[in-house]
C-alpha cells in the first residue's frame, strides 16, 4: 500500500482545504446522528418512531434531490454549500438550546429533522458534484475513497464521543459541538481558489435551457437510457431499501437484546466504521476504478452473510468483528459506485447523475426505514436483520447476472478515459 498513492488527490490545495472543513464537520454530523437515535427512542421507547424519524429526515432526498441536481448546474456548487451549512448550523444550535432547556418534543424533533433532511438533498449532490471539480477526472476514485475514509474516522470517533456526552453530561452539547463544526467547513469553502472555468460550469450545454422540469426530464432520460448508470443506481437503490436500515435498528439490539447502553450502541457504530476504514483505505490505493464493477456486484453478499450471522452469535467480540465487516461492505458499495457515476457521466450532466444517485442512496433508505422499523415492531429486529441481510445476498446474484453486460458497455468508456489501452 503506498501513500504516494493512497494521497495523490492532496496535490490540489483546494481538496487540502475541503478535507480539512471536512473533518471536523463529518465528525459534528456523526455524534448528532447518534444523538438523534437516542433522543428520539428516549422520547417515545418505539421502534417505529425510530422508522419515522429516519424516513422524515431521509425522505427529501427522494423528493428534493432530483431537483436539487439541475439547480447545483445552475449555481455555483461553493455558494450553494456554503448557504446550506449555515442553514444547518442554525438547526443544530437551535436543537441544542431547546434540549437544554428542556423544551424538546417529538414534533419539534420531527420539524427539525425534516428541515435538515430538505437542506441535506441539496448539500449531498453539491458536495459530490464539487468534489470532482476539484481534483483531476483521473483522481476521482481516489478523492472519493479518502473522503469515505475521513467520513468513515468519523463515524468510529463521532458515536463514541457522543454516548460519552449523553451518559456524562447532557445529550444537548453533542447539537452544539456539531453547530461548531459547521464553522470549518463554511471557512474552508470560502477560501478556496476556484478557477474560472470551474465556477461558470453551470453555464455549459444543456443547462442553458431555461425550464427546471426540461433540464429534469433530460437527466431522468439520460441516467435510464445509459445502461451502466442505470444498472449502477438500481443496484444502489436496492442495497438502500434492503440493507442500509440495519443503522437505525441497532439501538434497539444494543438496549434490548443485549441489554447495553448509549455507549454499547457507540461501540457497535464504531465497528462499523472501523470496517469501512479499511474498506475506503483500500479503494484509495487503487491507481484506478477498474475493478470497482465487480466490488459494486459483490459486496452486497458480503454484507448479507455477515448481518445474518450477526444475528445469531454470542460472543460480543464476534459481533464487533461481524459490524466491521457489514462497513466495509457497505461502503464498499456507496465509494465505488460513486466513483464510477462521476467518471462516466457527461459533464455536462454529472451534478444531475450524482443527484439521482443521492436519491438512489439516501432517498430510498427512509422507505427501507419505515419498511424495517414496521416488520420490527411485528417479528422482533432478530427475524428482522436475517430478513435484510438474506434479500441482500440475493440482490448480489440477479446482480452477478447483469454484469457481463455492464463490462461490456463501460469498456469503450474506459478507453475513451485513458483507463484503458485502445
Known amino acids: 500500500m503506498s501513500l504516494s498513492t493512497i494521497g495523490r488527490s492532496f496535490a490540489s490545495r483546494n481538496y487540502q482545504l475541503f478535507f480539512l472543513g471536512q473533518s471536523l464537520s463529518l465528525l459534528g454530523n456523526w455524534i448528532t446522528k447518534t444523538s438523534i437515535l437516542w433522543l428520539a427512542y428516549d422520547l417515545t421507547h418505539s421502534p417505529l418512531f425510530l422508522g419515522v424519524i ?9 423528493l428534493i434531490t432530483p431537483f436539487a441536481g439541475v439547480i447545483i448546474e445552475h449555481h455555483q456548487r461553493r455558494r450553494v454549500l456554503i448557504f446550506a451549512h449555515s442553514l444547518s448550523m442554525l438547526i443544530f444550535l437551535s436543537l441544542g438550546l431547546l434540549c437544554l432547556t428542556g423544551l424538546i418534543n417529538t414534533w419539534l424533533l420531527i420539524a427539525l429533522s425534516i428541515t435538515q433532511g430538505i437542506i441535506n438533498s441539496i448539500v ?43 451518559a456524562m453530561v447532557d445529550i444537548s452539547y453533542c447539537f452544539f459541538l456539531d453547530a461548531l463544526s459547521y464553522i470549518a467547513v463554511i471557512i474552508a469553502l470560502a477560501v478556496m481558489h476556484i478557477p474560472p472555468k470551474q465556477r461558470d460550469l453551470s453555464l455549459n450545454g444543456s443547462v442553458e435551457k431555461p425550464f427546471l422540469w426540461q433540464n429534469l426530464r433530460e437527466g431522468g432520460i439520460y441516467v435510464w437510457t445509459f445502461l451502466p448508470i442505470r444498472l449502477i443506481l438500481l443496484q444502489i437503490a436496492a442495497m438502500s431499501f434492503l440493507g442500509m436500515s440495519y443503522r437505525s ?32 483505505l483500500y479503494l484509495s490505493n487503487q491507481p484506478s476504478i477498474l475493478g470497482f464493477a465487480e466490488l459494486v456486484t459483490f459486496a452486497p453478499a458480503v454484507f448479507g452473510f455477515a448481518l445474518v450471522t450477526f444475528c445469531f452469535v454470542d460472543s460480543w467480540l464476534f459481533s464487533i468483528i461481524l459490524m466491521a465487516i457489514v462497513g466495509a461492505s457497505s461502503l464498499m458499495v456507496s465509494s465505488a459506485s460513486n466513483a464510477m ?8 450532466k454529472r451534478a444531475r447523475v450524482m443527484s439521482f444517485y443521492t436519491m438512489a442512496m439516501m432517498g430510498i433508505l427512509p422507505l427501507g426505514e419505515l419498511f424495517m422499523g414496521s416488520l420490527t ?22 446482480s452477478a447476472m447483469n454484469l457481463p453486460n455492464l463490462q461490456l458497455v463501460i469498456r469503450p468508456i474506459y478507453i475513451k478515459n485513458g483507463l484503458l489501452p485502445g
Open 249 to 280: 435498528l441497532l439501538l434497539i439490539w444494543a438496549t434490548e437484546i443485549i441489554k447495553g447502553d448509549a455507549t454499547t450502541l457507540g461501540y457497535l457504530m464504531a465497528a462499523t466504521g472501523v470496517g469501512a476504514l479499511f474498506a475506503a
Open 124 to 166: 449531498l449532490p453539491a458536495r459530490q458534484t464539487f468534489l470532482g471539480d476539484i481534483v483531476q477526472k483521473e483522481d476521482i476514485g481516489n478523492a472519493t475513497a479518502l473522503h469515505s475514509s475521513l467520513a468513515t474516522i468519523c463515524r468510529i470517533i463521532g458515536p463514541g464521543i457522543a454516548g460519552f456526552l449523553i
Open 377 to 398: 415492531q411485528s417479528i422482533g429486529i432478530t427475524y428482522t436483520l436475517i430478513i435484510s441481510g438474506s434479500s441482500c445476498i440475493v440482490l448480489a446474484i440477479f
Open 341 to 348: 457515476l462521476q467518471t462516466i457521466a457527461d459533464p455536462d
Open 54 to 62: 429516519g424516513f422524515l429526515s431521509q425522505i427529501p432526498n427522494l
